[in-house]
T-cell receptor
Framework: GAVVSQHPSRVICKSGTSVKIECRSL??????MFWYRQFPKQSLMLMAT?????????EQGVEKDKFLINHASLTLSTLTVTSAHPEDSSFYIC??????????FGPGTRLTVT | SQQGEEDPQALSIQEGENATMNCSYK?????LQWYRQNSGRGLVHLIL?????REKHSGRLRVTLDTSKKSSSLLITASRAADTASYFC???????????FGAGTRLAVHP
């Protein structure tokens, strides 16, 4: 089946720094990718829709200037958490849609901001 | 915003027993999906049931959908310790693959 990877799998950063998380579709092209956030013992919350070649669409309550999304190619979307704070510590999961409109999830990135 | 509510939030059973998890949603849907997530890991797609289907089976999994009640259930029969995970339902109200997840049920299966 289709594979979606995320890098890094874990990252620890200091408060105030920025962190970039990559989401790649390894064996298919994805015009649309999604970014989700999951706090401990909670469900996944959709943050934004990443469209190749256009601006991302953010869900209500998600700050677009804090969570920068770039979908530069059909196989790569990046999420940059700018000026990270401890409350941004979370599990970030991406998903990618293939040409058959099937959705595949990445393994997630655990971000810890100290 | 959360689309679905799931109950129970946590379920603890013995191996061999059946586990039933329920999910309710708020808006009309084209389909409903169930996912599994092991602790700290990504999601595994289990099963999709379309709005015109009432029941679907996949191995030890049985999913029902009641669109009049806006609810679905996931039954895992003859549970195993390896079934220990969190289970989420998800809907796509807008039809654009933007999934809205339920709160999830944490299942613990004890040997």
């Amino acid at each position: 089946g289709a594979v979606v990877s995320q890098h890094p799998s874990r990252v620890i950063c200091k408060s105030g720094t920025s962190v970039k998380i990559e989401c790649r579709s390894l064996d298919f092209q994805a015009t649309t990718m999604f970014w989700y956030r999951q706090f401990p013992k909670q469900s996944l919350m959709l943050m934004a829709t990443s469209n190749e070649g256009s601006k991302a669409t953010y869900e209500q309550g998600v700050e677009k200037d804090k969570f920068l999304i770039n979908h530069a190619s059909l196989t790569l979307s990046t999420l940059t958490v700018t000026s990270a704070h401890p409350e941004d510590s979370s599990f970030y999961i991406c998903s990618a849609i293939d040409r058959e409109y099937e959705q595949y999830f990445g393994p997630g990135t655990r971000l810890t901001v100290t | 915003s959360q689309q679905g509510e799931e109950d129970p939030q946590a379920l603890s059973i013995q191996e061999g027993e059946n586990a039933t998890m329920n999910c309710s949603y708020k808006t009309s849907i084209n389909n409903l999906q169930w996912y599994r997530q092991n602790s700290g890991r990504g999601l595994v797609h289990l099963i999709l049931i379309r709005s015109n289907e009432r029941e679907k089976h996949s191995g030890r999994l049985r999913v029902t959908l009641d669109t009049s009640k806006k609810s679905s259930s996931l039954l895992i029969t003859a549970s195993r310790a390896a079934d220990t995970a969190s289970y989420f339902c998800a809907t796509d109200p807008g039809g654009y693959n933007k999934l809205i997840f339920g709160a999830g049920t944490r299942l613990a299966v004890h040997p």
